[in-house]
């Protein structure tokens, strides 16, 4: 009720349909909210702390007063526990680039949009800093050896210790220590650092014509040095940038910050190695919190990538924390890391066909998977009135739901599909076919197969290969992740 008030008070409309965006890793709730006349939406918001929202509103307009690309919140409550803010649509950096992370092979397209960002985060990192507040970030101000420590002791006892693996904990502090030592010597520590800066807290929008970065959920930011936004971006566990297009895009970064300050290129270089090694293991300890304690099934999907990105780092490891290297070393190598390989998702091809042209074939090689036959459901075809129309036109819908009978029908084949996908998730497996049937693939089959489509790619984040068959049309519901749409929480 409350973000509905919120809507009209910043549209002068009535609000209709809200849909609840899949969870972040925080506590934080977002909607999509629709006006009555489906003209307009905004992302409403609600969080469990005042703070953090606090922190948000204020770093939200001072940015806006620096020019720079935050959504524009309209609205908020008089307790700041709730806002509404403009919505800047779907698209993430990370699946506008899904096709080059699959592969390893980015094309001209994806390199472009991401030499923008990394070139929009140096701008901001320098810009947001302009004449802000510090104090009112939430929960630390500024980095600073505590919040090291907090980010140390996370891999630590959430991940290392999670492991089984056996250590000298003295003699792993004593480098802890080391470590925390010199990320605090470096020079660029008055900068806005984002914290979280990667591919999933950026929307790609539309301004003046063209395509854009949009900064969203910074609200962990606080005073700190650049490089840790930097180590984020790029060795983001599931991003798969290789070694080429990291340096591609780091000297693009440098030479957008060179129009702020005299950059010295070899000692960025040598001090980024450090904040790429304590991002690492930030992220095993996120992971390790939320895969092994929360149970979160997404996070511990992304384990084998982050350990992959750790043994890419190893490789080339320096000296500065033998031990500490001697530990991650024998960590990757454990038999539950070294047996799992970075597994390919698992993709999901939903068709709707016609009985009369027989059951669309496998081309995965896998013999098939599930067909349910529409038949039994009353047909809209019947009557004339429909006879132009598809599952996919709002007067078929309407006269499907209304009806009642297909969505039983829906309910049952979410049960079968859903505990299919969950295992095959589990094992590993890349491909499921999932086919409705009717009469003449036009009305009953197309409705149901849009709205499984739907309903896996909302509740499991898989990709989504939908096919009408008869209708001679394909459309791909990309990979998402499930615990947020909107940001990843570490």
Not at 243 to 255: A, C, G
Request: hydrophobic fraction near 35%; charge should be negative.
């Amino acid at each position: 009720m409350l973000l509905s008030q919120l809507f009209t008070q910043a549209t002068g409309k009535k609000s209709g349909e809200q849909i609840a965006l899949t969870a972040s890793g925080s506590n934080r709730r977002y909607y999509r909210i629709y006006s009555d006349d489906k003209q307009t939406s905004l992302i409403g918001v609600q969080g469990t702390s005042r703070d953090e929202n606090h922190a948000f509103l204020m770093m939200d307009k001072h940015f806006l007063a620096q020019g720079l690309n935050v959504p524009r919140v309209l609205a908020v409550s008089d307790d700041e526990m709730a806002y509404v803010q403009e919505d800047l649509g779907d698209t993430l950096p990370f699946n506008y680039i899904a096709d080059g992370r699959k592969t390893g092979v980015f094309c001209e397209s994806e390199k472009a949009m991401l030499r923008k960002t990394i070139r929009a985060l140096a701008q901001f990192q320098i810009r947001a800093a302009e004449q802000f507040d510090f104090r009112v970030c939430y929960p630390q101000p500024e980095f600073n050896l505590r919040s090291i420590r907090w980010d140390l002791n996370y891999f630590k006892y959430c991940f290392l210790k999670a492991t089984g693996l056996e250590f000298q904990e003295d003699k792993l502090e004593n480098e802890f220590e080391r470590l925390a030592y010199i990320l605090l010597q470096q020079k660029q520590m008055n900068a806005f650092m984002y914290r979280d800066f990667q591919s999933r807290n950026v929307m790609i929008a539309e301004k003046d014509g063209e395509l854009i970065p949009y900064f969203i959920d910074f609200q962990g930011g606080r005073r700190g040095p650049m490089y840790y936004d930097v180590a984020s971006f790029l060795w983001q566990a599931k991003a798969n940038f290789h070694d080429e297009l990291r340096h591609e895009l780091i000297e693009e970064y440098l030479d957008e910050l060179s129009t702020f300050m005299p950059v010295d290129k070899q000692e960025f270089y040598a001090t980024l190695r450090h904040f790429v090694l304590f991002r690492t293991m930030q992220v095993l300890g996120a992971y390790g919190f939320r895969g092994y304690f929360e149970k979160k099934p997404h996070f511990l999907q992304s384990i084998p990538y982050a350990i992959e990105n750790l043994r890419r780092l190893l490789k080339d490891a320096a000296d500065d924390y033998p031990y500490l290297i001697e530990v991650l070393h024998e960590m990757t190598e454990m038999k539950q890391f070294k047996e799992v390989s970075v597994r390919k998702p698992l993709v999901v091809k939903v068709y709707s066909f016609s009985y009369k042209k027989g059951i669309p074939a496998d081309d995965s090689g896998n013999g098939g998977g599930f067909v349910f036959d529409c038949r039994a459901v009353n047909n809209p075809g019947k009557y004339e009135r429909y006879t132009y129309f598809t599952g996919m036109d709002e007067p078929v819908i309407k006269f499907l739901e209304q009806d009642g009978e297909i969505l039983p029908f829906l309910d049952s084949a979410y049960k079968l599909v859903d505990a299919s996908v969950k295992r095959y998730i589990d094992r590993g497996f890349r491909n499921l076919m999932v086919s409705f049937g009717c009469t003449g693939g036009q009305h009953r089959s197309v409705y149901a197969a849009e709205k499984m489509a739907e309903h896996l790619n909302t509740k499991f984040g898989v990709e989504v290969q939908l096919i009408h068959r008869e209708q001679n049309v394909e459309r791909t519901l990309p990979e998402q992740d499930i615990d947020k749409p909107l940001a990843e929480k570490n």
